[in-house]
C-alpha cells in the first residue's frame, strides 16, 4: 500500500465547492427510498428567506442546525428529506422594489401595477441566485430538485384553496375595522407586524367647553391631532364628579361640532381628570367604546399619513407632525390648551420600515382565529408538538389564548391577489378558486379583482403541507407529511410557527411538525444583540471564507445551549477551525505513514484497541442521546472529547508502539485498526464537520463511495467494554501523573526517567503487560513493578498516589535536585503568601455580601487549588530531602 498524501496546510476553500457539486451530482441530497421506506421518514421544511433579503448570522445558526440534524437522520438510513425555498416577503420585497425605482427617479404608480410586478420578478430572480449560493457556500444539504417559492404556481392554488375554504367555512369576513396603517408603506399591518418601542413624547392637556354654558373639561392625550377625529369625550359611570355631566354636549374645539358627553366602565377614574377623549377611527380602545355607544367614526387621515377630508381644510394635506404642531398653535390661540408635560410611551412601528404606525379605519379582510386557536392548544396539550426549550409552551399557549382575528389584506401590488371580484352591475362579491368571466348573480361581465394582496404570512402558514404538493394528493405529500422538525427563532412563534400549526389542522386535520427547536438569540461578547446599527454583527459568508464551513457549523453548535443565548465575536469561530485542523492533522499523520503496509481481514485487537472502539463506542450513545432531544452543544462537545482527547491524544500516540517497535504482521494489524477507527471516526464527526470528513473518507484506503451516505455509527451492547475502559483509565491516570510531574521538574521531553509502579493487586497484570505503552507514553527508560509488601519512597525519588497505585520518579537522575528543591521552596511561599490573601478577602464579610455570588465562588475554587497546590508542593519537598 502506498503512503497518501494530504496537503500539508489545511485550507477548505481547497475542497469545499468540490464537495458540494459531488454530493449534488450524486442526488445525495434526495430522500432514499425503496428498501428503507419501511424506516419513517425525517422531513425538515426551511424557514423560507425573504427572496431580497441577504443571509445574516441568525440564518446561518438556523441552516446549520437543520443541517446537523438532516445529515445525522440520512446516515441513519431514514428517507431524510429537507426543503428548500424562499419567500417573496411582499412589503419588503416591495420596498426594495421602490427604493431602486426611486433612485432612477421613477415611481410604481408611473410604471402601473402590471409592469412593475415584473420588474419586482426580476429583483427576484437576481436575488435569489445569492440566496442559493449562500446555502450551498454553508454546505445546506438541501434537496434541490425540491425548491419552493412562496409565489410558485403550486403555492399559489394552496393559497387560492385556502382563502376559498375559509370563506365557505365562515372563517373569512371582509367589513370596516380599525388596522394597523403603516403610511410609508401604505398598508394595513396584523398586530404581530408592530414593535412597540418606549420613546420620549409629551402629554398635552386639552380643554374643551360645556355646550350652551361656562366652563370647560379638561383632559389629556399624546396626539392633540386626533381630536379632530373625536366623536365623544368619555367618563366613568360611577364617577360622582361627571354624573350630571352624563348625556350632555361639549364643543369640539377648532370644529363647528358638539359632541357628547358618554359614561363607560373603559375610562380609568384615576388617571389625570377622569375624562378622555374618544376618537374611534384612530384608537383601538377608542373604536370599542364607539360600538358599545353607537358614535360616528371620522377617518381623519388619508392613506400616505396626511390629514384627509374628515378635517378642517387648515389643516388637509399636512403630515402628522406638521398638523400636531398647527393644532397646538391654534388651540392654544383659542384658549383651549392647559399645559403639557414630558412622558416616555409605548409607540407602535412598522416592523419592516420603522414608521409610526397610526391606528386607521378602513375596509380589509380578516381571518377568524379563535375557532383555528382552539385546535391548536387542544394539539399542543395532547403532546402532539414539543419545544425545545420547554419554556417556549408558556408563549405560545399565551398567545392562542388571547388571539384576535388577523388582518390578511395588505394595499401592496407584490403578493397574491386576492381572489374576490365585485360586480359592478348587481354590486356583489365573488369568492373563487378559478378567475370568473361572468358574474354568477347576474351574469353581468367586466367583474373587478379585489385590487390588495395578501399578507406573506398567510402563503408562509401554509409552508410544510404546501412545499408537499396540497391540496394536490400529491405522492411526496402522502410520503412525507407530517414533517418532523422546525427549527426557527423565537420571534416568529406568533407570525409563523403558530400560524402553520392552525393552519395545518384546519386544512389536513393532522400537526405539521412534532419537534419546535427555538434557538436562542445571537449577541456579541458584552451581551448585546447583534444589528447593523450597533456594527457588531458578522457575516456568515465572511466567517465560511476566513475560517470554512465547517467552522462555522461546528462553532455554532458548540456554543449553542439549548434555551440560551450565544455569545461570540468572529475570534470564537477559531473553536471550530482548530478541531476542523486537528482531524486534518491527524488523519494526515495516518495516511502519510502507509507506506508498505497491506490490510488484514479481521484484525485482532490490543487492549488498547478495545478500549478506543468501546469509547468510540460510547461517544455513539451519548451522540444520539443528544441529536435526538435537539442538545446541539452536547454533540458537538462530545465528538470533541472524544476525537481529540481519546482519538488523538491516547490511541493514535499508543498506536505508535506496534509502528516503531512490531514485526511487518503486527505494523499491518494496527494499521488495519487504526484506519476502521479513524473511518468510523470521521462517520460521527460528519454531521457537524460534514466537508472536510467528507474529504479525508474519500482518501482513506478502506472506504468506498461518500461519507454522507455511510452508516452513521450506532451504539452496540458487544463493544461496551467497561471493564477494559476502567482499566485504561488507570494507565491514563498514571501516565497523566508522571507527565505533570516531568512537566513541574522542568525535566527535558527526550530524557528518559526511571520510574517505580506499585499497583493494586487487580492491576497488576495489566500493567505488565502493557509496560512498553506506559513508557511510550510517558518518556519511562526503566519501568519496575513492586508488590504491595514494599513499603515508603526510595532514595531520590518523588511520591506519586493514585486511585488504584503508588508511584516513584527517580527525579534525582533526571535533574538537579538541588535547584529544584530551591525552585519548589519558592513556589510554595508564592501559594501561601496567594492563599493568605485569599482567606482575608473570604473572611471580608462586605465582599462576601457585595461581590457577585459567581465571583464570590470563583474565589473559593482558587483557594481550594492553592492549597491542594502547597500540599503536593511540600510532599515534593519532603521526597526530596
Not at 461519507?707 to 471493564?723: E, G, H, I, T, V
Request: charged content about 25%; overall charge negative.
Amino acid at each position: 500500500m502506498k503512503a497518501i498524501e494530504l496537503e500539508k496546510a489545511f485550507d477548505p476553500k481547497g475542497f469545499e465547492d468540490r464537495i458540494y457539486a459531488q454530493w449534488n451530482e450524486a442526488g445525495a441530497f434526495k430522500p432514499e427510498t425503496g428498501e428503507n421506506t419501511a424506516l419513517p421518514p425525517f422531513v425538515v421544511v426551511i424557514p423560507p428567506p425573504n427572496v431580497t433579503g441577504v443571509l445574516h448570522l441568525g440564518h446561518g445558526l438556523n441552516i446549520s442546525l437543520q443541517d446537523i440534524i438532516i445529515r445525522f437522520h440520512r446516515m441513519r438510513g431514514e428517507p431524510t428529506l429537507w426543503v428548500p425555498g424562499t419567500d417573496h416577503a411582499g412589503i419588503a420585497t416591495q420596498n426594495v422594489v421602490e427604493k431602486r425605482l426611486k433612485a432612477q427617479g421613477k415611481s410604481r404608480r408611473e410604471m402601473g401595477r402590471e409592469q412593475f410586478v415584473e420588474e419586482t420578478w426580476r429583483v427576484k430572480a437576481e436575488h435569489h441566485g445569492i440566496i442559493s449560493r449562500q446555502l450551498e457556500r454553508m454546505g445546506a444539504s438541501v434537496d434541490w430538485s425540491r425548491e419552493r417559492f412562496t409565489l410558485d404556481e403550486g403555492l399559489s392554488k394552496a393559497v387560492r384553496e385556502v382563502f376559498v375554504t375559509l370563506y365557505e367555512r365562515d372563517l373569512l369576513y371582509k367589513g370596516h375595522y380599525l388596522v394597523n396603517w403603516c403610511p410609508s408603506c401604505g398598508t394595513a399591518l396584523s398586530d404581530d407586524e408592530v414593535e412597540h418601542e418606549d420613546t420620549p413624547g409629551k402629554m398635552y392637556h386639552l380643554r374643551y367647553p360645556y355646550a350652551g354654558g361656562e366652563g370647560f373639561v379638561e383632559l389629556a392625550t399624546t396626539r392633540p391631532e386626533t381630536m379632530l377625529g373625536d366623536t365623544a369625550v368619555a367618563v366613568h359611570p360611577e364617577d360622582e364628579r361627571y354624573r350630571d355631566l352624563v348625556g350632555k354636549k361639549v364643543l369640539l374645539p377648532l370644529t363647528d361640532r358638539a359632541i357628547p358627553v358618554v359614561a363607560d366602565p373603559y375610562v380609568d377614574r384615576t388617571f389625570g381628570t377622569g375624562v378622555v377623549k374618544i376618537t374611534p377611527a384612530h384608537d383601538p380602545n377608542d373604536w370599542e367604546v364607539a360600538k358599545r355607544h353607537d358614535l360616528p367614526a371620522i377617518n381623519i387621515l388619508n392613506p400616505d399619513g396626511t390629514l384627509g377630508d374628515g378635517v378642517p381644510e387648515k389643516y388637509r394635506g399636512l403630515p402628522v407632525e406638521a398638523a400636531r404642531e398647527k393644532v397646538l398653535e391654534d388651540l392654544k390661540a383659542g384658549g383651549f390648551f392647559s399645559k403639557e408635560e414630558a412622558i416616555t410611551h409605548a409607540v407602535g412601528h412598522c416592523y419592516r420600515c420603522h414608521t409610526v404606525i397610526e391606528p386607521y379605519l378602513s375596509e380589509q379582510w380578516f381571518v377568524r382565529m379563535k375557532p383555528l386557536a382552539e385546535k391548536a392548544l387542544a394539539a399542543w396539550e395532547r403532546g402532539e408538538i414539543v419545544f425545545y426549550p420547554r419554556k417556549w409552551e408558556n408563549t405560545y399557549q399565551h398567545w392562542l389564548r388571547n388571539i384576535r382575528d388577523w388582518c390578511i389584506s395588505r394595499q401592496l401590488w407584490w403578493g397574491h391577489r386576492i381572489p374576490a371580484w365585485t360586480c359592478p352591475s348587481c354590486g356583489k362579491t365573488t369568492i373563487a378558486r378559478e378567475d370568473p368571466s361572468i358574474c354568477p348573480h347576474c351574469g353581468g361581465g367586466a367583474l373587478e379583482q379585489d385590487p390588495d394582496v395578501l399578507d406573506t404570512w398567510f402563503s408562509s402558514w401554509l409552508w410544510p403541507f404546501s412545499t408537499l404538493g396540497w391540496p394536490e394528493k400529491t405522492g411526496d405529500f402522502a410520503a412525507f407529511y407530517p414533517t418532523t422538525a422546525l427549527v426557527t427563532g423565537y420571534d416568529i412563534i406568533f407570525f409563523w410557527v403558530s400560524r402553520m400549526i392552525m393552519a395545518a389542522l384546519e386544512f389536513t386535520g393532522k400537526v405539521p411538525f412534532r419537534d419546535i427547536y427555538i434557538t436562542g438569540l445571537l449577541r456579541d461578547k458584552q451581551g448585546r444583540k447583534m444589528s447593523k446599527s450597533l456594527g457588531n454583527g458578522l457575516d456568515p459568508l465572511e466567517l465560511v471564507d476566513d475560517y470554512g464551513a465547517d467552522a462555522l457549523k461546528f462553532t455554532l453548535a458548540f456554543l449553542c445551549a439549548q434555551g440560551q443565548d450565544i455569545l461570540m465575536d468572529k475570534e470564537s469561530f477559531k473553536i471550530g477551525s482548530k478541531f476542523a485542523n486537528k482531524i486534518w492533522n491527524a488523519s494526515r499523520y495516518i495516511l502519510m505513514n502507509l507506506e508498505g503496509r497491506n490490510l488484514v481481514r479481521e484484525p485482532s485487537l490490543l487492549p488498547v484497541d478495545a478500549w478506543i472502539r468501546s469509547r468510540l463506542n460510547n461517544a455513539a450513545r451519548l451522540m444520539e442521546e443528544a441529536l435526538l432531544s435537539y442538545r446541539y452543544n452536547d454533540a458537538a462537545q462530545t465528538v470533541y472529547e472524544y476525537f481529540w482527547n481519546d482519538f488523538c491524544d491516547w490511541y493514535v500516540e499508543a498506536t505508535k508502539l506496534s509502528v516503531k517497535e512490531g514485526d511487518d504482521a503486527e505494523k499491518d494489524r494496527a494499521t488495519t485498526v487504526l484506519l476502521e477507527v479513524l473511518s468510523e471516526s470521521l462517520a460521527l464527526l460528519h454531521p457537524l464537520l460534514p466537508f472536510v470528513t467528507e474529504e479525508i473518507y474519500q482518501r482513506l484506503p478502506n472506504t468506498q463511495g461518500l461519507l454522507m451516505r455511510a452508516p452513521y455509527p450506532r451504539y452496540d451492547p458487544k463493544r461496551a467494554d467497561p471493564q477494559g475502559e476502567g482499566r485504561f483509565a488507570f494507565l491514563q491516570e498514571l501516565v497523566r501523573a508522571v507527565r505533570t510531574l516531568r512537566s513541574e521538574c522542568t525535566v527535558p521531553p527526550d530524557k528518559k526517567i526511571r520510574l517505580l509502579v506499585r499497583p493494586d493487586e487487580g492491576y497488576k497484570e495489566f500493567l505488565t503487560e502493557n509496560t512498553g505503552l506506559v513508557k511510550l507514553l510517558a518518556g519511562v527508560g526503566d519501568l519496575a513493578l513492586q508488590g504491595p509488601p514494599a513499603i515508603g519512597a526510595p532514595g531520590g525519588s518523588i511520591g506519586l498516589a493514585g486511585s488504584a497505585f503508588e508511584a516513584f520518579v527517580f527525579i534525582a537522575e533526571a535533574v538537579d535536585t538541588a535547584f529544584l528543591k530551591q525552585k519548589f521552596t519558592r513556589e510554595l511561599e508564592k501559594d501561601r503568601l496567594f492563599i493568605a490573601s485569599l482567606k482575608t478577602k473570604l473572611t471580608n464579610d462586605k465582599f462576601i455580601k457585595n461581590a457577585p455570588p459567581e465571583l464570590v465562588n470563583g474565589e473559593r475554587i482558587k483557594l481550594d487549588e492553592a492549597v491542594k497546590r502547597t500540599e503536593k508542593l511540600v510532599s515534593y519537598i519532603r521526597d526530596m530531602a
